[in-house]
C-alpha cells in the first residue's frame, strides 16, 4: 500500500516562495509517475507539474512554467520523494495542493489517472 504524506505551503506574499515536499513509501517500485495538483474554490482540479519518475521527464502547466520546478531525490531506500519548489508565486497560484502517484498510464495529467493522493496543504499568496 502505496501512502504519501505531504508536508511544507502556508501563505506568502506575491513574489515569494514555497517549498512543497511528499514523502511516498510502501511501493516505490509500483510508481512510475508523481505529480502535483492544485485545486482552488470552486475551480477543477487541475495539474501543475508532475514526473516520469523512470527517466524524469517534467511537465509543467504553462501558467507555471519558469516559476516552478521538481527536483527529486531519487536514493535506494523504499521511499521516493517529491518537491514542488515555487518561486515568483501569484495570488492566482492560491489553492489546496495535492501530491499524487500512479503506475503506468496513458494520461498523467488527468487526476482521474492517479490512484494514490497526500492529504493536500494549502498555498495562500496575498497580492
Known amino acids: 500500500q502505496v501512502r504519501l504524506v505531504e508536508s511544507g505551503g502556508g501563505s506568502v506574499q506575491a513574489g515569494g516562495s514555497l517549498r512543497l515536499s511528499c514523502v511516498s513509501s510502501g511501493g516505490k517500485y509500483s510508481i512510475f509517475y508523481m505529480a502535483w495538483f492544485r485545486q482552488a474554490p470552486g475551480k477543477e482540479r487541475e495539474a501543475v507539474a508532475s514526473?516520469?519518475?523512470?527517466?524524469?521527464?517534467?511537465?509543467?502547466?504553462d501558467s507555471v512554467k519558469g516559476r516552478f520546478t521538481i527536483p527529486q531525490d531519487n536514493d535506494n531506500t523504499m521511499e521516493r520523494t517529491m518537491h514542488l519548489q515555487m518561486d515568483s508565486l501569484k495570488p492566482e497560484d492560491t489553492a489546496m495542493y495535492y501530491c499524487?502517484?500512479?503506475?503506468?498510464?496513458?494520461?498523467?495529467?488527468?487526476?482521474?489517472?492517479?490512484?494514490?493522493w497526500g492529504q493536500g496543504s494549502q498555498v495562500t499568496v496575498s497580492s
Open positions: 499524487a502517484a500512479g503506475g503506468v498510464m496513458d494520461t498523467p495529467l488527468l487526476a482521474n489517472s492517479y490512484k494514490y
Open positions: 514526473i516520469y519518475t523512470m527517466s524524469g521527464i517534467t511537465y509543467y502547466r
